[in-house]
């Protein structure tokens, strides 16, 4: 018991710094979750056009914040008065970066439009899918710049200026949601075109809402002040794209692995795509909640780094481990409880809607989230372990890691079980439990090994 109070008395400053990421991570997720409730309304086929669309955007938006979380461990590192020009440098340099690489992503994503035509998904939802993915994909830029601001306060341990943007951000999308979807008072009915203006309405708000909370802020009013290009530095630059890149690509192997979820759905129809769409909102919902302990982690890691304290690194990281699997033991039994009747809240058990079959679409989507329920715990571990290597800024290992698990083990299954066997959905998710626990298992050796190779070196 002393030893696992050790942990434990930790958690009450683990939560404070926790919980503003937590809410402003379920910000971005609330985002996509009331698309996808509002859009559920119109129909299964309209739902899958939208989970085909953002199948794209997922894929840039992994990449982007991803790359920007670099930022954080500079900054915590050096978060001391003396090394706040250093601190500034990063921070101006990663929101070059980040605007440039949003740019970039969206110019991408926009050129790949003709690939819908290709993925073996069905027409009439490629057909809906073309407008909205025009619109959503260019609130890339704004989101991704608004990460460099979110680091960049998260590195300062300020974790709340992003949670009242991503609020903000809601509100903002509700509203335009409410009057574009459906066409109230004088606004014209636009279907999920109306939920792709939403999307990037409410990411624009939230990108000048924090720039101005932090600007007017006496702390951080060094750091945002006099931007030029002429301080943008190559070593600086090195710095973060080295860091940076391989935290990118540990994303988008997990991301995309989950978007390839989305085109195998997709090739069994429209009723399991829009069923896996259900599961995959509600399971990154609960992910959003691991992800801000993840954050968490990787801000004391890097503080602790900074300090050369690697026996508190430890404890502060296993308290964050230990935290996380808690919490999503209680999501799976929620998930288990509930299986029957969470999708409900996203598809109206009317008999009239277009295309749906509701009943279809709820029964695969119950089926996923038991799967969900079990692969709560290993997501939650390969995530906050992750935060606790980049606070190392260990990232190129990792990023190996992630790939065999996502892409040599966990894909191949999903690939297999769902096209090849009878168990079709249901098998495709079973893949991802796979991929997701041979990552978490390989993250925490990684960890395990690096932090008591330090001790040994420091002592």
Not at 33 to 55: C, H
Request: some cysteine; charged content about 10%; overall charge neutral.
């Amino acid at each position: 018991m002393k030893s696992l109070a050790i942990y434990t008395k930790e958690f009450s400053y683990n939560i404070r710094l926790a919980y503003p990421i937590v809410m402003g991570m379920l910000g971005h997720t609330l985002v996509g979750i009331i698309d996808n409730m509002m859009v559920g309304q119109l129909g299964a086929t309209e739902l899958a056009a939208v989970s085909l669309g953002n199948s794209f955007v997922f894929i840039g938006m992994s990449l982007g914040i991803g790359f920007s979380t670099a930022i954080t461990p500079l900054v915590a590192a050096s978060d001391k008065e003396e090394a706040n020009e250093h601190a500034k440098s990063v921070f101006h340099n990663g929101l070059f970066l980040c605007t440039l690489l949003g740019l970039i992503l969206f110019g991408i994503i926009f050129a790949s439009k003709p690939l819908l035509y290709y993925m073996g998904q069905p027409k009439e939802v490629v057909e809906m899918a073309v407008p909205y993915l025009d619109i959503v994909a260019f609130s890339l830029v704004p989101l991704i710049m608004f990460q460099a601001y979110k680091q960049f306060a998260d590195g300062k341990s300020e974790t709340k200026y992003s949670m009242w943007a991503t609020i903000l951000a809601n509100v903002v999308n509700v509203v335009v949601n409410y009057f574009l979807i459906f066409g109230i008072w004088i606004f014209p009915e636009m279907g999920i075109v109306g939920a792709a203006i939403g999307t990037i309405a409410s990411r624009i708000v939230m990108l000048i809402y924090i720039h101005f909370l932090l600007k007017n802020n006496s702390k951080f009013t060094f750091f945002l002040s006099g931007f030029k290009f002429d301080e943008v530095r190559a070593s600086i630059l090195r710095k973060i794209i080295a860091l940076g890149s391989p935290s990118a690509m540990q994303m988008f192997f997990e991301v995309a692995l989950f978007t390839g979820a989305i085109w195998l759905s997709g090739m069994l129809g429209t009723t399991s795509q829009a069923a896996n769409q259900i599961a995959l909102s509600l399971a990154s919902f609960t992910f959003m909640f691991a992800m801000g302990f993840s954050v968490a982690a990787m801000i004391r890691v890097g503080n602790q780094l900074g300090e050369g304290d690697f026996v508190k690194l430890r404890v502060v990281s296993f308290s964050n481990f230990l935290l996380v699997m808690l919490l999503q033991s209680i999501f799976a039994i929620l998930f288990v409880l509930f299986h029957t009747h969470l999708p409900y809240l996203f598809l109206e058990a009317d008999p009239l809607l277009p295309v749906a079959d509701v009943s279809e679409v709820v029964s695969i989507a119950s089926k996923l989230l038991l799967i969900a329920a079990l692969f709560q715990l290993s997501d939650g571990l390969q995530v906050v372990v992750l935060g606790a290597l980049r606070g190392l800024q260990d990232v190129k290992i990792p990023m190996y890691i992630t790939f065999v698990a996502y892409w040599m083990v966990g894909f191949p299954i999903s690939i297999y079980l769902g096209l090849y066997t009878q168990l079709k959905a249901v098998g495709i998710w079973i893949g991802l439990f796979a991929g997701l626990t041979v990552a978490g298992g390989l993250l925490f050796w990684r960890f395990q090994m690096l932090t008591k190779r330090l001790i040994v070196a420091n002592t």
